[in-house]
DNA sequence: TCTGGGGTCCTAGGACCC
DNA sequence: TCTGGGGTCCTAGGACCC
């Protein structure tokens, strides 16, 4: 993780490149009768879940993301409530990374619906950067039917937050050297970072804006909050300061963890149905873990009760697997010894980390075995991939039935008819 | 208001080692 | 034998982002 800022002294140009109610305008593109009506994508209006999208409309009356799907049914009755569609949504993303590339060998997309385009020295090929912007802008339109906001500054800070004041559908450049002018107005909740806590800390301390963040000195900010405060301070000023924000853009990074988690329709403290959904839990983080050859040394189980108090158990492993028996031993040994079986359970997760990307050599029978389910797995992998997810499970229709590891079934796989070994 | 699912990063304490 | 200090690994929880 290289300090790009500090690499050349000239100061770069940043694009942040996010597009408008993503989800949203993905769904209109597949009904258009949704457009410019009060639409809210993550689900129905009576579900337990939260808005994933609102349109602008819907915006009007106070539903915004994160928003529990009955309470934005109550604020916005005539909202169209539609259900998220991932796969529509990795298609356009797609398309607009395409679009970006065309632009700059410097992409990264920061989520599903936004990149950072290192735009720097570009000028010859595209012109003063209102100008390439605007050229993007239109490109996007034109190739994915989508809009989107730019922000155009001296850091990715600068970009980032930026593209959110011109948002929807415009552009804004901040010239260098107008940063803490730029910032100075805006609440500090709008720094990436600060969030509902640090707002209120910050609040406490009559800071409300900005610039009274930048008026603060330094060591004050490291002393009340850490490594964290004096960041914040860099920040106020429109710096990359450490972290992510100061990588080069477009740099790999590799992921860190990989999890899957459920929350169930309605709490349950039916053992069998619980541990059936650990087991579902585990092969889908174990299928993550070969597609992108990781072995995880860690594994976490996540309980979440009733009431909402939630706890994590992790355990690390002395050789690291990625095999969906032995994660699931782990883990529901894990669940086994945590669960306090009076409460009654929302939500249960699988959470893989501290990846190696080899195991180290085992004996050779050991070896050979592993080797073996491995192979298995892989045909299971991709019958799902052919009849999908619910094809090849080892959880499926198990209420009461399920086989529990035996020796000659290590990995826990069911029998006939089903991959095998071999 | 009744709270998803996928991630990243940070903190703090305890175990253990030198 | 009445007590140091630093480093690393592990675990648990929490803030934050989209």
């Known amino acids: 993780m290289a300090a ?3 690499i050349s002294a000239f100061p770069r140009t940043i694009f942040h490149v996010d597009m408008d109610a993503f989800f949203v305008s993905v769904e209109e593109l597949s009904d258009p009768s949704l457009k410019g009506k009060a639409v809210v994508v993550g689900g129905q209006r009576n579900e337990r879940g939260v808005v994933s999208a609102a349109s602008y409309e819907a915006r009007k009356f106070g539903v915004h993301s994160a928003m ?5 049914a109550k604020h916005c009755p005539h909202a169209i ?7 529509r ?10 679009v970006l590339t065309a632009f700059s060998p410097q992409v990264e997309m920061a989520s599903i619906d936004e990149a950072y385009l290192d735009m720097t020295g570009t000028a010859r ?4 950067p209102l100008k390439a912007a605007h050229k993007l802008h239109q490109r996007m339109k034109e190739e994915t039917l989508l809009n989107c906001s730019i922000g155009i500054g001296s850091s990715r800070l600068i970009a980032k937050v930026s593209s959110a004041q011109a948002k929807p559908n415009g552009l804004l450049w901040i010239v260098p050297g107008e940063e803490a002018k730029f910032l100075s107005p805006l609440d ?3 720094i990436p970072g600060v969030g509902k806590v640090m ?7 009559g800071i409300k804006k900005v610039g009274d963040l930048a008026r603060l000195e330094e060591c004050e900010l490291e002393e009340r909050f850490g490594k ?5 301070a860099g920040k106020a000023r429109g710096e990359d300061a450490g972290g992510w924000f100061d990588s080069e853009v477009g740099a790999h990074e590799a992921a860190k963890s990989i999890s899957h988690e459920h929350t169930f329709n309605e709490d349950t403290a039916d053992a069998t149905y619980l541990e059936a959904t650990l087991m579902r839990l585990s092969e889908m983080v174990g299928r993550r873990l070969r597609e992108a050859n990781f072995h995880a040394r860690t594994l976490q189980l996540k309980l979440r009760y009733k009431d909402f108090t939630t706890i994590t158990r992790a355990h690390t492993l002395p050789v690291p697997t990625q095999l969906d028996g032995e994660i699931f031993e782990q883990i529901r040994a894990l669940f086994r010894k945590n669960w306090q079986r009076e409460g009654k359970i929302r939500l249960l997760g699988v959470h893989a980390s501290s990846f190696e990307d080899s195991v180290p050599q085992l004996n050779l029978l050991e070896t050979a075995q592993r080797q073996k389910w491995k192979n298995a797995l892989n045909v299971a992998d991709r019958l799902r991939d052919r009849f999908g997810e619910s094809s090849v499970t080892l959880a499926s229709g198990m209420r009461g039935q399920f086989r529990e590891r035996t020796h000659e079934n290590p990995a826990g796989l069911p029998g006939k008819g089903r991959a095998k070994p071999e």
């Open 89 to 98: 949504y990795r298609e356009c993303s797609e398309k607009v990374y395409k």
């Open 188 to 190: 500090v909740r709008e």
């Open 125 to 128: 090929l595209h012109g003063p």
């Open 228 to 232: 964290w405060g004096l960041a914040l």
């Open 68 to 72: 529990p799907l009955r309470t934005a």
């Open 81 to 87: 409530f539609v259900d998220g569609h991932p796969e």
């Open 4 to 6: 790009a800022s500090t």
């Open 199 to 205: 707002e209120k800390h910050l609040h406490e301390l």
